[in-house]
């Protein structure tokens, strides 16, 4: 059981037995990007929050989900869950709460994009990008690039091959293209950025002094051609393997906060919910995305990312709190809700904000873990009030241990879900999690995991 013997206390006989003792093998990869990797339309961004495509087609396999039915994702992040909808002919909310992830998702769901415009285009911006190295230069390429990139974009890049990739971003807000056109070729290029970085800048991290030998030969506009080319034949690919009638399903993305959702997905409106949230674990998912702000200027410094992003996310990283924020209260609506669970929190909580006190960080877990229960709490509301009765919500979620003090998030998320309607709730441990850190001092001792809640509400 990878529940502490410390935790069983707070859980009932029969919440107990329902806890599984061991991960399904064959399903540890679901809460990975892995075999996502390279799957037509999927492998376009690879996102590092993301969750297998197969997930999604067992969940609705499993839930008995077909064409013609309606899911919905209120985490939505690079579009999964509903690319595989739209594969099956399922109709589709989504909502994505980060901006420039939502452009990511709008795009991959765009297949009827109109291949002669995309190859007519992209002949004009290879020319774009020529025209501009013949042309001779009234100013160095180190003034043009400090002119337009903050410095964390200059030292991930030589100096050539950021300015190619300029003249590139130039071209797409230059020629006339419609929005789906737009958004095809900003999510190649987008797709580009960390391939011909000359520093390491893998998911989720970026490394600008620690360089790479791979993209040394790596002509930018020579790699965006052939992004493009890979692109248009994934469209083709996945239209050669929907369903027939896939054209016939809606699709419906919002860039919205999904904590309330009441004016975008009606009551008893949805069939079935398969999401992953944030996971419990002080991933900043708005820094995540620092370089590929920075690089089309949607962000230059952190306040920017802060004032535009953060303040839109729900609650899962300490950057996002200020400790006078008086907000960070444990909700009232939850004690109501699920009374054991708000117990064991507020004692959580304490410990956190004790233990901060003596660590080098300070860092506020304390508050971290009362605003992402607080908005679990709104989540698991929503979800209950769109879902028809009958139906299933499947969350893809691990749990935690900050600080050392372990966080069952999986439980807590069930009987939440209980506390506000749901009939039961059940638990697959998918696999476990942290392994890596091995005996490392720094870090807690408590072995994690990475689980599937599935809640049911009453016929």
Known sequence: MLITPQQLCFFTNAEKARMPSEKHDEKTEWGTFKDSLKAPIHSWFTYPAGFSYKAVESSFKAHHITSGDTIYDPFMG???????AKKLGIHSYGVEAHPFVFKIAR???QWEIDRDEILHALSQIEHFVHAHKKQPRSRSTQDVLHNEFPELLLKCYEDDTLLELLWIRNALNTIQLSQESYDFFFV????LLREVSSA???WPYIAPNK?????????PLTEFRRQMYKML???RLMISEAIPTYSDSQHHLFN????????LVTDKSIDHIFTSPPYLNNF?????TRLELYFFGEANTWGDISQQIRTKLMTSATTQISRNDLRYTLSEDLRQACPDVYVHLKEAIQVLSERRLHKGGKKSYDLLVTGYFNDMYCELKEAFRVLKPGRSAVFVLGDSAPYGVHIPTDEFIGKIGRGLGFSDYHITVLRERGGKWGENPQRHKVKLKESIVTLTKYP
């Open 107 to 109: 795009a991959k769901l």
């Open 78 to 84: 690079s579009g999964t869950t509903n690319l595989v």
């Open 200 to 202: 390491a800048t893998g």
């Open 284 to 288: 900043d998912y708005a820094d995540r």
């Open 233 to 235: 034949e994934d469209i």
């Open 188 to 191: 190649g290029l987008t797709g």
């Open 256 to 263: 919205a906060d999904s904590r309330d959702v009441t004016d």
């Open 211 to 219: 360089k790479k030998t791979t993209s040394a030969n790596k002509i």
